[in-house]
T-cell receptor, first 115, second 114 residues
Framework: DAGVIQSPRHEVTEMGQEVTLRCKPI?????LFWYRQTMMRGLELLIY????????DSGMPEDRFSAKMPNASFSTLKIQPSEPRDSAVYFC?????????????FGPGTRLTVL | AQSVSQHNHHVILSEAASLELGCNYS??????LFWYVQYPGQHLQLLLK??????LVKGIKGFEAEFIKSKFSFNLRKPSVQWSDTAEYFC????????????FGKGTHLIIQP
């Protein structure tokens, strides 16, 4: 079991550039979540999908952020244009829709630095 | 809206000491409660969870937590900590259906001194 896979693990970019973060959920999981972790705000939910459909994107900070899930095994989080305040660790998590409760399985995260 | 409060931001203990980390949540309906741990340089891992039933739940590595509904609390405990327990601990909640995203507390940075 490979777990949730995220790429890249580290990204350094300059302000104004487009950044794309990628996530592959655990096979068979049909809910996918994007979180952001910063020192100031802790862990925050950005958006989540059920069966590839966005359910709640109220945590997406601005229109510069967008997320897609074109199929059950792949999701992207895009920031365009990026700003220094977007620097954070971005986590992807997945869980099966069915089953008890809401345990989520987290990926290793992408550490984004915007200069 | 849900919210989670962790009262201890930094805790320093010696090995073999007992641990209790506080967690209170704010939500009017049925909740699921979680404790996640993040070891240095690693991703979040589930320590334990409460969905229903026995309010005292046991997790991995000797951790346990007690759900007290009247106090809206879900405190994490361990009778004797080890140096390897040094990590960041997060309390989280989602609604009773379990399909929503998690609302996390700000985390508690635990340092165990040998």
């Amino acid at each position: 079991d490979a777990g949730v896979i995220q790429s890249p693990r580290h990204e350094v970019t300059e302000m104004g550039q487009e950044v794309t973060l990628r996530c592959k959920p655990i096979s068979g999981h049909n809910s996918l979540f994007w979180y952001r972790q910063t020192m100031m705000r802790g862990l925050e939910l950005l958006i989540y999908f059920n069966n590839n459909v966005p359910i709640d994107d109220s945590g997406m900070p601005e229109d510069r952020f967008s997320a897609k899930m074109p199929n059950a095994s792949f999701s992207t989080l895009k920031i365009q244009p990026s700003e220094p305040r977007d620097s954070a660790v971005y986590f992807c998590a997945s869980r099966p829709l069915a089953g008890e409760g809401g345990e989520q399985f987290f990926g290793p995260g992408t550490r984004l630095t915007v200069l | 809206a849900q919210s989670v409060s962790q009262h201890n931001h930094h805790v320093i203990l010696s090995e073999a000491a007992s641990l209790e980390l506080g967690c209170n949540y704010s939500y009017g309906g049925t909740v699921n409660l979680f404790w996640y741990v993040q070891y240095p340089g690693q991703h979040l891992q589930l320590l334990l969870k409460y969905f229903s039933g026995d309010p005292l739940v046991k997790g991995i590595k000797g951790f346990e937590a007690e759900f007290i509904k009247s106090k809206f609390s879900f405190n994490l405990r361990k009778p004797s900590v080890q140096w390897s327990d040094t990590a960041e601990y997060f309390c989280a909640v989602n609604s009773g259906g379990g399909a929503d995203g998690l609302t996390f507390g700000k985390g508690t940075h635990l340092i165990i001194q040998p």
